[in-house]
């Protein structure tokens, strides 16, 4: 698919067909995603992947299915979704780098932090899923996860990892927009010179 209409067909979708997806078009999604840009190639993601229906129906649980987003007339677009998709990033990863040889500062010792670089990359990650599952010809909506040691539970994650946000993925069906659309898209990305703020 074209680039530019990948980017514009991206929206986020609350309602999935029940059709499963095949495990190729997962795997050219996550691939897409090991494209990220990773401060250092620190690479401090994993992607867990969720098929089994119990288990996305506790993680819709998780994710508030029902006492949020039920409630705003959504569809249980977590638990429905065929596949799901735990984004998690692990800050020590990136302490790790940043700690060999190449990366230590002048001192001999490890940068400071005054930016948690591991959520921007996370965050660069989930983007390329979302554009390559346009490219599938699937759809996506991302819920962040604020249960983080309900989700670590019952997934086992590793204390190393925290989780970040949960990717539905599956075939679109017809859904309730977001009511923040109301909002309209800005016309123009804003550009602020550095005199001129």
């Known amino acids: 698919m074209d680039f530019d209409e990948v980017v514009r067909k991206r929206r986020m979708v609350r309602h999935f067909q029940p059709q ?10 996550l691939e897409a995603a090991q494209h990220a840009p990773s401060a250092g190639f620190s690479q401090g993601w994993a992607y867990v992947v969720v098929t089994d229906p119990d288990l996305r129906k506790r993680i819709g649980t998780i994710q508030g299915e029902d006492d949020f987003y039920a409630t705003r007339r959504f569809h249980r677009f977590v638990s429905e979704a065929p596949v799901l998709l735990v984004a998690c990033t692990s800050e020590q990863l990136y302490h790790e780098r940043y700690r060999e040889s190449d990366k230590l500062g002048e001192n001999g010792r490890e940068i400071e932090w005054p930016v948690p670089f591991w959520y921007f990359d996370i965050g660069c990650g989930c983007m390329l899923i979302f554009l390559a599952v346009v490219n599938e010809g699937l759809a996506a909506a991302f819920t962040g996860v604020f249960r983080t040691e309900e989700m670590r539970q019952l997934l086992n994650i590793p204390s190393t990892y925290h989780p970040v946000g949960v990717i539905s993925i599956g075939y679109p069906g017809k859904d309730v927009k977001s009511p923040s659309l109301r909002r309209g898209r800005r016309s123009s990305t804003q550009v602020v010179h550095h005199d001129r703020w």
């Open 20 to 29: 499963p997806i095949t495990m190729s078009k997962i795997e050219c999604i």
